[in-house]
């Protein structure tokens, strides 16, 4: 059964991986991102989602909503600016939630609808110098159980944790090959995650055999989070 998904940012890495996976799987897909993608089979929406600006109106039922953006802002935290706080929770959190707001009546008139958020292996282990993003994805995090909570049984909420990512976002920390190397040495798998690792965990949630999931914190991440 064909489905309509919205992703929040989708135009590049593991948004753009997603939206080639659903479409492949047959697929209504539509992007609401400040640029548009190349996917030809994709509908494409300009917007920003962490303006102040309304989503724009979607007719008909929803049956799945990602939200992609993130940040990636790494500084000791004496460096740490309250307007860096405020940056990351906009993004990362505030964001998200508009975005349920405005497709919440979307959502309802599902049959099965699932919500996906996405936050980081950073709140479950403690690193260095990822105070802020950690604080942002911790409350993606605490809202994923709430509204799973809340919107049970009609509409499902996850969220996925991964561990760094080869995508646009994450550019400045694989630029090198002795960054790769060390980044890689890091996972108990010995790499670090591509776009379709990702992309697969997300739709999984938003369409495949996972009607019986809420309210889980899915780690992606290589082990990173979990093993040594």
Request: proline content about 6%; charged content about 15%; aromatic content about 6%.
């Amino acid at each position: 059964m064909t489905k309509h998904i919205i992703l929040i940012g989708g135009s590049y890495g593991i948004g753009r991986s997603l939206a080639a996976e659903l479409v492949g799987e047959g697929n209504q897909v539509t992007v609401i991102s400040r640029t548009a993608g190349d996917l030809k089979d994709v509908s494409y929406i300009t917007h920003d989602a962490s303006s102040s600006e309304p989503f724009p109106a979607i007719d008909g039922p929803i049956d799945g909503l990602a939200y992609l953006p993130g940040t990636i802002n790494l500084k000791p935290f004496h460096r740490l600016t309250n307007e860096d706080f405020v940056t990351d929770l906009r993004v990362n959190v505030l964001g998200g939630v508009s975005a349920i707001q405005a497709f919440l009546p979307n959502l309802k008139e599902s049959m099965s609808a699932s919500i996906v958020l996405f936050s980081t292996v950073a709140v479950q282990t403690g690193m260095t110098f990822h105070s802020s993003v950690a604080v942002s994805k911790g409350a993606v995090e605490g809202l994923t159980r709430a509204l799973a909570a809340e919107f049970s049984p009609k509409i499902r909420v996850n969220c996925i944790a991964p561990s760094l990512t080869e995508t646009p976002l994450a550019e400045k920390l694989l630029n090198t090959p002795q960054k790769q190397e060390s980044a890689a040495e890091r996972h108990p798998l010995k790499r670090f995650g591509r776009p379709g690792d990702i992309a697969s965990a997300a739709a999984f949630l938003l369409t495949g055999n996972s009607g019986f999931i809420t309210g889980a914190i899915i780690p992606v991440d290589g082990g990173l989070g979990s093993i040594r």
